[in-house]
């Protein structure tokens, strides 16, 4: 079956600390794999997706497929990055249809 | 910039009553999305348009039902409000671009049933 667990319902840091996302996801076949944000008061937005291997706003995912995860991660917290993240999965075909992780609220404290 | 907006940031409801959801894209996508988010539960998808007058279920159709007359609009419907549909719906619409699709939502729409 296929699914994304985020297990963590809300991750508190100080700012300046280093920041893991965790995301693990089932899927057979070849994933394709995303973070979506959605800061307070704003739509939810993509942030990065892992066949771009590029960092966003600081933040970085690397998918292992051995770990069947992507984590997301930031080497040091800023409040602004304060939000709630949603990792995301393709469910594969032609349809763009994403199954969605129960999200993870981040907070960094000043 | 995509633009997607839906009809109302915030909506009361009694039990019983028919309710309209209304979301419209600007930038020609094919495919269109309804989800409701729920704390703890993530997004959820409850109905999918890949064109006109083309839908599909998503894992919680039960209760909702979608129309799609005009490539840009997408309705959600629910027939008979419950206190269970509580909750924010959003709207998403997307297109295929550099060999991956990208969801872009709408704000949302609060939804209460009373």
């Known amino acids: 079956a296929q699914r994304v667990t985020q297990p963590e319902k809300l991750l508190s840091v100080f700012k300046g600390a280093p920041v893991e996302l965790k995301c693990n996801y089932s899927y057979s076949g070849s994933p394709e794999l995303f973070w979506y944000v959605q800061y307070s008061r704003q739509r939810l937005q993509l942030l990065l997706r892992h066949i771009s291997r590029e960092s966003i706003k600081g933040f970085t995912a690397d998918l292992n497929k051995g770990e069947t995860s992507f984590h997301l991660k930031k080497p040091f917290a800023q409040e602004e990055d304060s939000a709630m993240y949603y990792c995301a999965l393709n469910r594969g075909g032609n349809t763009g249809k994403l199954i969605f992780g129960q999200g993870t609220t981040l907070q960094v404290k000043p | 910039d995509v633009k997607v907006t839906q009809s109302s940031r915030y909506l009361v409801k009694r039990t019983g009553e028919k309710v309209f959801l209304e979301c419209v894209q600007d930038?020609?996508?094919?495919?269109m999305f309804w989800y409701r988010q729920d704390p703890g539960l993530g997004l959820r998808l409850i109905y999918f348009?890949?064109?006109?007058?083309?839908?599909e279920k998503g894992d919680i159709p039960e209760g909702y039902s979608v129309s799609r007359e005009k490539k840009e609009r997408f309705s959600l419907i629910l027939e008979s409000a419950s206190t269970n549909q509580t909750s924010m719906y959003l709207c998403?619409?997307?297109?295929?671009?550099?060999?991956?699709?990208?969801?872009?939502f709408g704000p949302g729409t609060r939804l209460t049933v009373t």
């Open positions: 998403a619409s997307s297109l295929m671009a550099g060999g991956y699709y990208e969801q872009y």
């Open positions: 348009s890949y064109d006109v007058k083309m839908k």
């Open positions: 930038m020609d996508h094919e495919n």
